[in-house]
């Protein structure tokens, strides 16, 4: 499949579906859509992924067979500059994947030049119908579990499960990321984001994602959120307890000091940060933290090493910036 991929304003810092899909996604990306940086290409602000023309709106874009949003705002809501390039992308029968809280089948305007065009809206953020709570069983999966974490949204846990996996296949496992989140779903094409799961349901979620794959080697489950987060802990505590892992991952961003867009709130320091999220694990499963995972995008290379060996030292175990350096084989036989 080929598709345009929407990022308005936001690449590459601020579009974390669009760099993931451009890193891990097996679809060929032939345009992205981005007025601010029209003109450019991809790998003139990120060259370590696939490479694509920049034009201003869809109308700019060559033939695809999908347009995909490839940011999401906080709230995840639909912003109406985008309205043109979604009905440009319909018209031209273009399916349409986006991983909004505001989902594009219950616009009017798209459902019916859909309709018009035989063309498909596909709603990533829209959950199973049938979900329960959970039964607390996805402990008793053979496969080994581990779950990224983080000291805040957005630190590199999609980023960190898919390279992980990547290096467990590597040596010949056979590994999967549970996705919960609208980014890996875009990537892997199953999972559910459990930020838009009913409260309830939402441990019950991860753990029927977890129970699902069970047949794998190693599931690396996507974490959500943060702990210490003022608006996201309560997916980050589902996702814990609903995927009963037998390890955790730590992943943060090098130099970020306060919570992203909630300046107000201190990230705590790491070997507190440690300690919370291996207590609220321990009623469920006896996972502590045995690697980390730094994003050192902001850095050069010799800063990024001393970063990254000052957050080892701090987390007390081996710890990588998976995009730069890679996973090891001393952090897979940790997480193993």
């Known amino acids: 499949m080929a598709v345009a991929i929407l990022t308005h304003d936001a690449f590459p810092d601020r579009a974390k579906t669009a760099v993931g899909l451009l890193r891990y996604g097996d679809r060929e990306v032939r345009a992205l859509v981005d007025r601010e940086r029209a003109g450019q290409r991809v790998h003139d602000s990120l060259a370590d992924v696939q490479d694509a023309p920049i034009v201003a709106s869809m109308a700019d874009a060559p033939d695809v067979d999908a347009l995909v949003i490839g940011i999401s705002p906080i709230g995840g809501e639909f912003d109406e500059s985008w309205r043109d390039d979604v009905r440009t992308a319909l018209e031209r029968g273009c399916d349409v994947y986006s991983g ?17 065009h035989d063309a498909e809206l596909h709603d990533l953020r829209k959950p199973p119908e049938d979900l329960t709570v959970a039964a607390g ?15 805040d949204c957005s630190t590199g846990k999609m980023t960190a499960s ?24 875009a990537i892997s094409g199953r999972g559910i984001v459990v930020d838009r799961v009913i409260a309830d349901y939402a441990a019950g979620a991860v753990e029927r994602l977890v129970e699902e794959a069970q047949a794998a080697d ?66 469920i499963s006896d996972a502590s933290v045995v690697a980390g995972m730094l994003n050192t995008r902001h850095l050069d290379d010799s800063e990024a090493a001393d970063a990254v060996a000052g957050y080892s030292d701090a987390l007390d175990v081996p710890a990588t910036d998976p995009v730069r350096h890679g996973v090891s084989d001393e952090i897979l036989d940790a997480i193993l």
């Open 137 to 151: 069983t996805a402990g008793d999966v053979d496969a080994t579990v581990v779950t990224t974490v983080g000291t």
């Open 218 to 283: 190693l599931l690396v489950v996507e974490g959500q959120g943060a702990l210490a987060h003022p608006a996201y802990s309560g997916v980050t505590t589902s996702i814990l307890h609903g995927s009963a892992p037998d390890a955790l991952v730590m992943c943060h961003e090098a130099g970020r000091e306060r919570i992203h867009g909630y300046e107000s709130f201190d990230i705590p320091p790491l070997p507190e940060y440690v300690d919370i999220y291996e207590r609220l694990a321990a009623p």
């Open 100 to 116: 909004l809280h505001y989902f594009l089948a219950d616009d009017e305007e798209f459902a019916r030049l859909a309709d018009d």
């Open 162 to 185: 898919f390279e992980i996996r990547d290096a467990a296949r590597e040596r010949g496992l056979d590994a999967a990321v549970v996705p919960t989140g609208q980014t890996g779903i």
